[in-house]
């Protein structure tokens, strides 16, 4: 069965500093992983995707994600956290297996900018 | 834009009685979701729809049914509403051969 575990349900960074947001995963077989940002009131948004090509994957907003198998760790980062980055992140995991379309999500992290 | 609206978008109810939210898509998409998030928890799937009639439970199906009768709607009903069943609901569509998934904006549900 696959899960995800997200260290931290809240971080705060000051704005200009490096944004590091935790995720581990557990999958059976190579997984597909996923961030999404969530703003206040509103919907899930995709963020960047891993589906088995580069393990660099770049997203919206200057974000980006470095798939690690042997960590089974997939961290998101942005260099200079920017005010609007203030929002709920969550990550998930989707295995490749026919028929099972379905993706799990980790239980979000709050991110919090300081000016 | 994934093309998904939900209604009602906010809903207030009583205890014992029954509630119907609504996920309506525009593309002809598959796969159809319906997720409750709870503060602590995440976004729990409810049940999903891989095809008109064609659904299965989640991991958090219990006091939930739902049905797809056409490809563009899936509807999620509350038997008969508990204030356990107090959250936000979001529907969901899956694109393409990765499994990502697409969102609508969410069901605000109270019932008090």
């Known amino acids: 069965a696959q899960s995800v575990t997200q260290l931290g349900s809240h971080v705060s960074v000051s704005e200009g500093a490096l944004v590091l947001l935790r995720c581990n995963y557990s999958?059976?077989?190579?997984?597909?992983l996923f961030w999404y940002v969530q703003y206040p009131n509103q919907g899930l948004q995709l963020l960047l995707k891993?589906?088995?090509?580069?393990?660099l994957v770049k997203g919206i907003n200057g974000f980006e994600a470095e798939f690690k198998k042997s960590e089974t760790s997939f961290h998101l980062t942005k260099p200079s956290a920017h005010m609007s980055d203030a929002a709920e992140y969550f990550c998930?995991?989707?295995?490749?297996?026919?028929?099972?379309?379905?993706?799990?999500f980790g239980t979000g992290t709050r991110l919090t900018i300081i000016p | 834009d994934a093309g998904i609206t939900q209604s009602p978008r906010h809903k207030v109810t009583e205890t014992g009685t029954p509630v119907t939210l609504r996920c309506h898509q525009t593309?002809?998409?598959?796969?159809m979701y319906w997720y409750r998030q709870d503060p602590g928890h995440g976004l729990r799937l409810i049940h999903y729809?891989?095809?008109?009639?064609?659904?299965d439970k989640g991991e958090v199906s219990d006091g939930y049914s739902v049905s797809r009768s056409k490809t563009e709607d899936f509807l999620l009903t509350l038997e008969s509403a508990t204030s356990s069943q107090t959250s936000v609901y979001f529907c969901?569509?899956?694109?393409?051969?990765?499994?990502?998934?697409?969102f609508g904006p969410g069901t605000r549900l109270t019932v008090t």
């Open positions: 969901a569509i899956s694109v393409g051969s990765s499994y990502e998934q697409y």
């Open positions: 999958s059976s077989v190579p997984p597909y």
């Open positions: 891993y589906t088995s090509a580069a393990t």
């Open positions: 998930a995991v989707s295995e490749k297996n026919f028929g099972n379309e379905k993706l799990t």
């Open positions: 593309e002809n998409h598959r796969y």
């Open positions: 729809s891989y095809g008109v009639k064609d659904t």
